[in-house]
């Protein structure tokens, strides 16, 4: 149990465009979901946390209006990257939790922008 | 603020036991993880404990919390070539009877020698 999948796992886009990823959690219904972004060899930064039916809230240095995040569902969370550029580029993680301590992580999003 | 330290790289040989340490700043009320990454891939959770705990098993794997010196380990027994991977130690504080965010390590990068 507890499967959190990921959509798309890897997409290359032009810059200034935008683009979707959509976490899901497939046999439990999260309360809380998680949006980090990893550089290469780096560790996991946390973009911002999701609370279903609430506004996300972000980290610092996170652009709110850039990176949109809906958590629609209990086991629904999106991320579109808005006029993505190349500094965009990046691997992005979600993660999902319910009411326990464990916090269980999607297979990434490897973004490309070109 | 939370602070979680890791050595970046630790190579054993095939058979052998590994070790790897992380230390942490904050000493309140936390469980701690040990999650596993492969490359190109999320995060796949290990183990964990609570910050009471001394020591949790789970077949070749062994969690030893000093707390005292803020110390956590992850020895694994029989190490194989699957093992090879980035380990990730990360901290979660209890806020409101659950725990919150995660803050990760930079992560160790284990390379198992045939």
């Known amino acids: 149990g507890a499967v959190v999948s990921q959509h798309p796992s890897w997409v290359i886009c032009k810059s200034g465009t935008s683009v979707k990823i959509e976490c899901r959690s497939l046999?439990?219904?999260?309360?809380?979901m998680f949006w980090y972004r990893q550089f290469p060899k780096q560790s996991l930064m946390l973009m911002a946390t999701?609370?279903?039916?609430?506004?996300?809230?972000?980290e610092q240095g996170v652009e709110k209006d850039k990176f949109l995040i809906n958590h629609a569902s209990l086991t629904l969370s999106t991320l579109t990257v808005t006029s993505a550029h190349p500094e965009d580029s990046s691997f992005y993680i979600c993660?999902?939790?319910?009411?326990?301590?464990?916090?269980?992580f999607g297979p990434g999003t490897r973004l490309t922008v070109t | 603020g939370e602070d979680v330290e890791q050595s970046l790289f630790l190579s054993v040989r095939e058979g052998d036991s590994s070790v790897i340490n992380c230390t942490y700043t904050?000493?309140?009320?936390?469980?701690l993880y040990w999650y596993k990454q492969e490359p190109g891939a999320g995060l796949q959770l290990l183990t964990y404990?609570?910050?009471?705990?001394d020591m949790k098993q789970d077949q070749r794997l062994t969690v030893l919390l000093n707390k005292k010196d803020k110390h956590l380990s992850l020895r694994i027994a029989d190490t194989q070539t699957g093992d090879s991977a980035i380990y990730f130690c990360?901290?979660?504080?209890?806020?409101?009877?659950?725990?919150?965010?995660?803050?990760f390590g930079s992560g160790t990068q284990l390379t198992v020698l045939p």
């Open positions: 046999d439990f219904q999260a309360t809380t």
């Open positions: 990360a901290e979660s504080l209890i806020s409101s009877g659950s725990a919150r965010q995660l803050t």
């Open positions: 999701s609370n279903e039916g609430s506004k996300a809230t972000y």
């Open positions: 404990i609570f910050s009471n705990m």
């Open positions: 904050d000493s309140s009320s936390t469980y």
């Open positions: 993660s999902a939790r319910e009411a326990s301590v464990e916090q269980y």
